[in-house]
């Protein structure tokens, strides 16, 4: 059961990274960014680099 989990979270993990590297991709794109809002682009962007990288923090604990 805890194998399963760590699976799950590892690729939801992966997936949250590539996201956010198409996400940086998408961004380069001036015609795609001037088109939204820069509020709701940074709390996309932000709040889904937080979370990944507090995944990544948490699960480096866990490690130990």
Same mark, same amino acid.
């Given at each position: 059961?805890?194998?399963?989990?760590?699976?799950?979270?590892?690729?939801?993990?992966?997936?949250?990274?590539?996201?956010?590297i #198409?996400?940086?991709? #998408?961004?380069?794109?001036?015609?795609?960014?001037?088109?939204?809002?820069?509020?709701?682009?940074?709390?996309?962007?932000?709040?889904?680099?937080?979370? #990944?990288?507090?995944m990544?923090?948490?699960?480096?604990?866990?490690?130990?």
């Amino acid at each position: 059961k805890n194998r399963k989990v760590e699976e799950l979270l590892l690729k939801f993990l992966e997936t949250n990274l590539e996201t956010l590297i #198409a996400q940086a991709v #998408a961004f380069r794109d001036t015609e795609w960014i001037h088109k939204h809002k820069p509020s709701e682009i940074a709390v996309l962007f932000g709040v889904m680099a937080d979370k #990944a990288f507090r995944m990544l923090d948490c699960m480096s604990w866990a490690d130990e």
